[in-house]
C-alpha cells in the first residue's frame, strides 16, 4: 500500500463518523457536554431595572445641578422593591440588585452623597439620566438563544444558562472510546516495574485527551503480543457495552511482534488504509472492525499523541456534533530557520507565544524524537510542515495546530 496522504486520511475517518443520540440531563451534570440543540432563555435577566451600585435611587433632572439636597422617602434592597413613586425633589436609598422604583431613573452612587440626617440626603454630584441602572433584560430576554447547538459547555456557559433558568440541558452522548495497549513491554501504572519494561503511559496520554474533550474512556489493559492475549482482549471488547471508537496502541508497524493486524484481522477487521504520509505515525491504521470503526496508533507516545489529535479527535468532535471538528488551526511566524522537508507531513512538537503586538511566534522543540515525553509535555502547538517544503527562514509563517487546553 502506498501512503495515504493526510488530507485524504482525514477525509476518510470524518466520513465514518456522525453526531451520537441526544439525552437530557441536569444543567448541574452538564460541565464539558456538547449542547445538542440551541438553549434558549427562560427568562429575562435582569427581571427589573436593578440597581448597579449602594446608593440613591433619583430623577436625573432633579440632580443636574448639584450640590442639591432631597427627601428620602423609601429604600429598596436586593430582593425587595420600593412600590411607591419618586416624585421631584424625592428619592430613595437603593443597594445593589435592588429595583429601580417608578419614576427614578437614574442611580447617584453613595461616595457622592452626604446623609444629612434621617430622611434627607445632599446630592453632591450629579450624573447623566440612565447611569448605574441596569435595564431590565440588559444581559438577555425572555426566548433569547444563548447557547448554540454544538457548544462545548463551560463553567461561563453554565452559569448564564442557570441565570436564565435552563435546568434542563440537552446534549450529545458521550463518545465511548475503548482504548488497547500491545506490548510485552509494558505495566500499568502502580504496578511493579522490572527492568526491561515501561509504562503503558499512553493508556492514560489518550484517555485524558479523550476526556478532555468530552469522550469517555474505556480503558481495555494491555495485551501482551501473542495472539492468545489479543484474542482475550477481542473477547473483552465484544463483552463491553457500546463503543464507539476501539483504538489499538502498538504493533502496527510490520515487527515480527505486530500483531495487531494480524489477529484482529483473523476477527473482522477490513483494514481501510494503513499507512500516512506523516512524520510521526506513519503506520497509523483505520479500519472497520465489525462495524466498529479502529484506529491502530504507533505506540511511541509522540507519535500516538500526534495521530490522536489528527485523526481521533475530529472524529470524536463529529460524534459530539462540534462546529469545527479537531484542534484548532493558527498562523504563527517562525522563531528560527528550519531545513527542508522530506516527503512526508512532518508535525514538529512546538511552542508559540503571543506577542504584543498580535502576532504569534513559534519554537520547535530541539529534539523531534517521538518517543520524547518530556518534551511533548512542554508543547503547546505542532508546527506543520508540508509535504517536500523548502527550508524557511525566521520570521516566515507557518500553520500551527493548537493543542488544548
Ligand atoms: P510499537 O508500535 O509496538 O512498535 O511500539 C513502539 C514504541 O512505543 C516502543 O518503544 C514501545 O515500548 C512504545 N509503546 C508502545 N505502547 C506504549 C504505551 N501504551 N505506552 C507507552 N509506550 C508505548
Ligand atoms: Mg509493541
Request: with cysteine; hydrophobic share 40%; proline share 7%.
Amino acid at each position: 500500500m502506498s501512503l495515504m496522504p493526510v488530507d485524504q486520511a482525514l477525509e476518510i475517518i470524518s466520513q465514518s463518523f456522525s453526531r451520537l443520540e441526544t439525552e437530557s440531563i441536569a444543567l448541574a451534570q452538564a460541565l464539558g457536554r456538547t449542547a445538542a440543540e440551541d438553549h434558549h432563555a427562560k427568562l429575562t435577566q435582569p427581571p427589573f431595572d436593578a440597581s448597579a451600585m449602594d446608593g440613591y435611587a433619583v430623577r436625573a433632572a432633579d440632580v443636574a445641578k448639584c450640590p442639591v439636597d432631597l427627601t428620602v422617602i423609601g429604600e429598596a434592597p436586593a430582593g425587595q422593591s420600593f412600590d411607591g413613586t419618586v416624585q421631584p425633589g424625592t428619592c430613595i436609598r437603593i443597594f445593589t440588585g435592588g429595583p429601580v422604583p417608578k419614576g427614578a431613573d437614574t442611580v447617584i452612587m453613595q461616595e457622592n452623597t452626604d446623609r444629612l440626617d434621617e430622611s434627607t440626603v445632599r446630592i453632591m454630584t450629579g450624573t447623566e439620566q440612565g447611569r448605574n441602572v441596569r435595564p431590565a433584560g440588559n444581559d438577555f430576554t425572555e426566548g433569547q438563544m444563548l447557547i448554540a447547538a454544538g457548544t462545548a459547555l463551560t463553567s461561563r456557559h453554565i452559569g448564564m444558562m442557570a441565570a436564565a433558568n435552563i435546568a434542563v440541558v440537552t446534549v450529545t452522548r458521550r463518545p465511548r472510546i475503548a482504548l488497547l495497549s500491545t506490548g510485552d513491554e509494558l505495566v500499568t501504572i502502580g504496578d511493579p516495574v522490572g527492568p526491561n519494561q515501561i509504562i503503558s503511559s499512553n493508556t492514560l496520554l489518550l484517555s485524558s485527551l479523550i476526556v478532555e474533550n468530552g469522550g469517555e474512556a474505556i480503558d481495555l489493559g494491555i495485551a501482551r503480543d501473542t495472539v492468545a492475549s489479543l484474542e482475550q482482549k477481542i473477547a473483552l471488547l465484544k463483552a463491553t457495552d457500546k463503543v464507539d471508537l476501539l483504538i489499538t496502541i502498538g504493533g502496527a508497524s510490520v515487527g515480527d511482534h505486530d500483531l495487531v493486524q494480524k489477529v484482529l484481522g483473523d476477527h473482522g477487521l477490513t483494514v481501510i488504509f494503513w499507512k500516512i504520509a506523516m512524520r510521526p505515525g506513519k503506520p497509523m491504521i483505520f479500519g472497520d472492525f465489525n462495524a466498529l470503526p479502529m484506529i491502530g496508533l504507533p505506540g511511541n507516545p509522540a507519535s500516538a499523541y500526534v495521530c490522536a489529535v489528527n485523526f481521533m479527535l475530529p472524529a470524536l468532535h463529529i460524534m459530539l456534533g462540534r462546529p469545527t471538528p479537531g484542534a484548532p488551526k493558527s498562523i504563527a511566524l517562525l522563531a528560527h530557520d528550519l531545513p527542508d522537508n522530506g516527503s512526508r507531513q512532518n508535525y514538529m512538537r512546538a511552542h508559540y507565544q503571543n506577542l504584543a503586538d498580535g502576532s504569534r511566534i513559534v519554537t520547535a522543540t530541539p529534539r523531534q524524537d517521538s518517543a520524547k515525553l518530556s518534551t511533548l509535555a512542554q508543547s503547546n502547538c505542532l508546527l506543520i510542515r508540508p509535504p517536500h517544503a523548502p527550508k524557511a527562514a525566521a520570521g516566515e509563517p507557518v500553520d500551527i495546530l493548537l493543542l488544548l487546553p
